[in-house]
């Protein structure tokens, strides 16, 4: 667990256990949360978000402010594994 402050309100950022993910990818999203600022504080208990980033790919994250305010990431989606559906069906994402 991960402690930070935003927006003057003391979060902690926990990790889902099955993740494998390295200390400068922790770092990453720590950093971004703290850029995001009022914008993740303004959500409610029990929702979810989630964020871009170009190397790893969407960031998952859920929300808990009772009894602590808790963000819990709980999966990262490399771009490998994102699917589009349209016209012809569901096929890989392709930028």
């Known amino acids: 667990m991960y402690r930070f402050s935003m927006d003057g309100t003391n979060w902690i950022i926990r990790f889902s256990p099955h993740l494998q993910i390295d200390d400068d990818d922790k770092e990453i999203i ?28 969407i960031v998952v994250f859920r929300i808990e402010k009772v009894p602590s305010f808790i963000l819990t990431v709980s ?10 559906r349209n016209h012809s069906g569901i096929e890989p994402y392709k930028e």
């Open 30 to 57: 720590i950093k971004s949360l703290t850029e995001l600022g009022g914008k993740v504080a303004g959500h409610s208990h029990g929702d979810s978000f989630l964020f871009f980033d170009q190397k790893m790919g």
């Open 75 to 84: 999966t990262i989606v490399p771009k490998d594994q994102w699917f589009v």
